[in-house]
């Protein structure tokens, strides 16, 4: 049944010909086309070639590949668009102005032979160029079941999963599993949506999951096409980590465990909206949307960093209550904008199973209002430190002053001279007077998705440096916040280190690179590769060593020439390492829960303890008798960097991202997702000097 702004296109067989009936606004019709199915269709591995090779060329080159696109997309859309159709579109698109609505256009293919076609491409200049930019397109699948919106208060759920088994090609899924993580932190931290990861990659662990239920599945990994059993299908992996195949009806049936059940799976997987001509219900996509209202589905092979945009556009789009039609249109805007000579906005598909688009019925939260400190903060005057706050038992006479960063704090940094505390947020970099709980300046960094990730001052305390999710390190001006230089990577700056002599700043990234670069010139000094994400990097108090932790689960240590000094080994993806003030001992840490000490010479592991969940960050304090770590489980725990034993534990009521102790080592601060950064003081046991007067 056709919805009130639909331009319904249903093509089916004719004899030798096609019909092309019209549903529409404006009116109805049926017309007979001819078009050349098997020419169409021997090209689409050029298509494939010009889309994926548009998404790394300069603008004159990708102006070059887009010919073939356009050719293609203007056959379609002469062959099906022609005369009278035509009409009723300029009419529909008219109506649906003039009504304030948005038109749909909505392809309804009867023929195998024409679903394979890359409809996405429909082109007519005078038109607006590709319709699908302009207007929602959808590929609807005739299901006798109506759809009927998926009632839930947010968050919007999002299973994640990954799979990589060891025998397929390699694809940098941690990258963009780590990407997709950072884009969707706002929409995590206004409670919009929650993002959770399979724990495995076995077909197991995704049933397992799945009992939990989801309202979204989206995965990452590779897709192929069965031709001897004319199936699309997954790979995922076995028990010993081959790659086990998991054909699309499994997959439908497994999907059918979960409560909720997804309304929406996103397959980031290359062929798996791919057919036969001889089967409308033949690739993965198709067969899934039998049992799930909505999937979208990758016709070519798609980059990470556009499969990352556009995943983040879609659920923002779905997160404020629009259609899935128009989700995928936006997220297709989103990749034209990011870098407009690309052709991959044409990759994704939606498939759709009923006429109502609108899967989710998200009850939205009000604006919060600001609280009476913010307005006044705004005004420009500015609230005292909260009091004291207890943190562990065995120590209850320590307080804890609490800077309002209202949120998430992501990176925290010390200034030398241990009045100043810089932090890295959602948009912006903060410095803080630890004194007053004053401001001192604060710069905004990109759009929504540019969150700061890491904070470092220089040695001398004129610099402080940031990597963010916007693939960048910057240089700042400690004493204003002037911009002094800015450098790029390919993907999500994770974290940053200054020399010891302060010319050089050393940068990880979700590229699976580390950089060294200029701190005057920013001209790029050294490229070490890794084999997965790069999550840190640390120098060596020496200047003459760097030392790396990356998701391959190894941290290695490099020569600042770039020679492999040592590879030590973990069981899981290493986060963090920081090296003691003497440069003897390295801790690591990671996902497993796990801290480790090692000997830097000689690679031994001196001790290891577990924090009791995921780390996110490690610090060794100045004198080196200590070492702090920030978990998953809402604590900051301190150890003795003698005998790895428990000093102290301070509570967050969040995720504790960060931490990083004052230059006097009377002072521990850590940022969390509670939108926080907590001072904590310190006993005076802890330190070898005198406490700080403020």
């Not at 093509?11 to 020419?39: F, H, K, M, N």
């Not at 649906?96 to 679903?115: N, Q, S």
């Not at 989801?214 to 897709?223: A, E």
Request: proline share 5%.
């Amino acid at each position: 049944m056709r919805e009130a702004g639909d331009f319904v296109l249903e093509i089916g067989s004719q004899g030798d010909r096609y019909a092309v009936t019209v549903s529409s606004p404006a009116g109805e019709d049926t017309v007979e086309v001819g078009l050349d199915t098997y020419a169409l269709s021997a090209r689409l591995d050029e298509l494939q070639s010009a889309v994926l090779a548009s998404s790394v060329t300069s603008r004159a080159a990708a102006l070059g590949l887009e010919v073939p696109v356009r050719q293609v997309g203007s056959q379609l859309f002469d062959a099906v668009f022609g005369g009278r159709v035509r009409d009723l579109f300029l009419s529909s698109r008219q109506r649906a102005a003039d009504h304030g609505e948005e038109l749909r256009v909505v392809l309804r293919i009867r023929a195998p032979e024409l679903a394979v076609l890359p409809w996405e491409l429909l082109y007519d200049e005078g038109l607006g160029g590709y319709l699908c930019l302009r207007e929602s397109l959808v590929r609807y699948v005739d299901m006798p079941e109506p759809v009927t919106p998926l009632h839930a208060d947010p968050p919007l759920r999002i299973l994640g999963m990954t799979s990589l088994p060891g025998s397929a090609a390699a694809l940098d899924a941690e990258a963009e599993r780590a990407a997709l993580t950072v884009a969707l932190r706002p929409l995590v931290e206004q409670g919009l949506v929650e993002l959770d990861w399979v724990a495995g990659q076995t077909a197991e662990d995704l049933s397992r999951r799945l009992l939990k239920g989801c309202h979204i599945l989206h995965f990452i990994g590779h897709g192929s096409y069965d031709t001897a059993r004319q199936e699309g299908m997954i790979s995922l992996a076995d028990q010993d980590g081959r790659e086990h195949p998991l054909h699309a009806s499994a997959l439908s049936a497994l999907l059918s465990v979960a409560r909720p059940k997804p309304q929406l799976v996103v397959l980031n997987s290359c062929q798996t909206g791919m057919g036969n001509a001889d089967d409308l219900f033949s690739s993965t996509a198709a067969v899934l949307v039998r049992n799930v209202p909505a999937i979208i589905a990758m016709q070519f092979a798609v980059t990470d960093k556009a499969a990352t945009r556009f995943a983040a556009s879609l659920y923002q789009a779905l997160a404020h209550n629009r259609t899935v039609d128009e989700a995928v249109r936006i997220g297709r805007v989103a990749l034209r904008v990011g870098k407009d000579d690309s052709l991959e906005w044409a990759t994704p598909v939606l498939y759709l199973r009923g006429g109502n688009a609108r899967l989710f019925d998200l009850t939205l939260p009000d604006e919060p209002r600001p609280p009476a400190a913010e307005e006044r903060e705004e005004r420009g005057e500015r609230d005292e430190p909260a009091g004291p706050h207890s943190t562990d038992s065995q120590h209850p006479a320590i307080t804890a002053r609490v800077l309002p960063a209202r949120q998430w704090v992501h990176s925290v940094a010390f200034h030398p001279g241990g009045r100043l505390l810089a932090t890295g947020s959602r948009k912006r970099v903060r410095v803080w007077d630890v004194r007053t709980g004053n401001r001192i300046w604060e710069q905004p960094i990109g759009g929504w998705l540019s969150t700061v990730l890491a904070t470092a001052f220089s040695p001398d305390g004129r610099c402080l440096a940031t990597g963010g999710a916007d693939s960048t390190a910057r240089l700042w001006a400690a004493d204003g916040g002037e911009q002094l230089l800015c450098v790029r990577h390919e993907h999500v700056v994770f974290g940053v280190a200054f020399s010891p002599d302060g010319l050089r700043l050393a940068t990880a990234s979700a590229d699976r690179t580390v950089r060294l670069w200029d701190c005057v010139s920013g001209e790029p000094l050294l490229r070490i590769a890794h084999d997965q994400v790069v999550s840190d990097v640390a120098f060596c108090p020496d200047g003459l060593r760097l030392a790396t932790a990356s998701a391959d689960r190894s941290v290695r240590m490099w020569s600042v020439g770039g020679d492999a000094l040592l590879r030590l080994r973990h069981d899981h993806p290493v986060r963090t390492v920081a090296f003691s003030p003497d440069g003897h001992l390295l801790a690591t840490a990671g996902d497993d829960g796990c801290v480790r000490l090692w000997d830097t010479l000689s690679g031994h592991q001196v001790f290891l303890v577990r924090h009791g969940g995921a780390v996110k960050d490690v610090a060794f304090s100045p004198d080196g008798r200590r070492i702090a770590t920030a978990g998953a489980d809402r604590t900051v725990v301190l150890w003795d960097a003698g005998d790895g034993s428990r000093v102290m534990r301070i509570q967050h009521h969040h995720v504790v991202f960060c931490v990083a102790f004052s230059p006097d080592s009377r002072w521990l601060a850590s940022g969390s997702e509670d939108k926080t950064v907590k001072l904590t003081s310190l006993p005076p046991s802890f330190a070898p000097r005198a406490a700080a007067a403020w």
